[in-house]
């Protein structure tokens, strides 16, 4: 069952979008050559403290670390280590919060110094697709629409979306139902309703869609060696326009990539009112 939140419900999970996209924002600072991606993990470890949270991925299934720090061909759940940042690197930050019992959830990349724009296109073409998928995250329309947004997105410039790793549902817990993939069939899956929280989150990479598993058993890696980038945000589905919990008040879905003013509908929403 896909868990809906009320009243204070929603207010604990605002609180914790917010704080998660501050330790984000505070992160990018320190993105510099010549850190080693151990003091990032560190730092991020002291900004989450700091704020009377902990992290919601220490210690999750075993993970080491207190923030997933990945580089390059490195996907997702990267480890910080004695990786030391190099110009032009291309960092992806995913961090997860609990506070007061809720989660917050937002992913982010980074270049280190300025991106090739090989790398920046890679960059906001994730981003971009991103904003697509949650426009189309209003209630009536499916799961379906909007992994159907972000690969049409995607694969119009080239890029490949990865298949084995998800976004979700999000709440009292990491991982909640459903699963929202980057990638599917409009107006399939599970119908939306306002209340629910998903972390929408697409990884993109540059060349094959294929990865695999480093082993450490953690670590993400493109198959081909290409390069990934990844961006997240946890959504609140609304009775109007989705809510975007970590996006610190200054974004909007109106505001990025194509996503068009007002409310995108899917196929699922269409074939409700039929």
């Not at 505070?26 to 990032?40: D, K, Q």
């Not at 945000?233 to 003013?261: F, R, Y």
Request: a neutral charge; proline letters at 4%; one cysteine or more.
């Amino acid at each position: 069952m896909i868990p809906i939140k009320r009243g204070k419900e929603v207010e604990g999970m605002r609180r914790s979008g917010r704080l998660v996209a501050e330790v984000v924002n505070a992160l990018r600072s320190i993105l510099v050559p010549g850190i080693r991606t151990s003091e990032v993990d560190r730092y991020a470890a002291e900004l989450i403290a700091a704020r009377g949270a902990k992290s919601a991925f220490l210690g999750y299934r075993g993970f080491p670390g207190s923030i997933c720090i990945s580089v390059n061909e490195e996907v997702v759940h990267g480890i910080g280590g004695d990786r030391v940042l190099q110009y032009g690197d291309l960092v992806k930050l995913d961090v997860g919060v609990v506070k007061d019992g809720w989660v917050g959830d937002t992913a982010v990349t980074f270049p280190v110094g300025m991106a090739e724009p090989g790398d920046l296109k890679l960059i906001e073409v994730t981003k971009r697709a991103l904003w697509e998928g949650i426009a189309q995250a209003y209630p009536g329309n499916r799961i379906g629409d909007i992994g159907a947004a972000i690969e049409a997105c995607v694969r119009a410039e080239g890029f490949e979306v990865v298949r084995e790793f998800v976004g979700h549902g999000v709440g009292r817990k990491l991982h909640e139902d459903p699963q929202v993939p980057n990638y599917g069939r409009a107006g399939a899956g599970a119908r939306l309703r306002a209340g629910m929280t998903l972390a929408i989150e697409p990884m993109v990479n540059a060349g094959g869609a294929a990865v695999r598993l480093l082993a450490d058993g953690w670590t993400v890696v493109t198959s081909d060696g290409r390069r990934s980038a990844h961006f997240e945000h946890t959504v609140l589905i609304t009775a109007g326009e989705p809510e975007v919990l970590t996006d610190c008040g200054s974004d909007s879905v109106t505001s990025k990539g194509t996503a068009a003013v007002g409310r995108k509908e899917g196929a699922g929403a269409e074939a409700a009112r039929k």
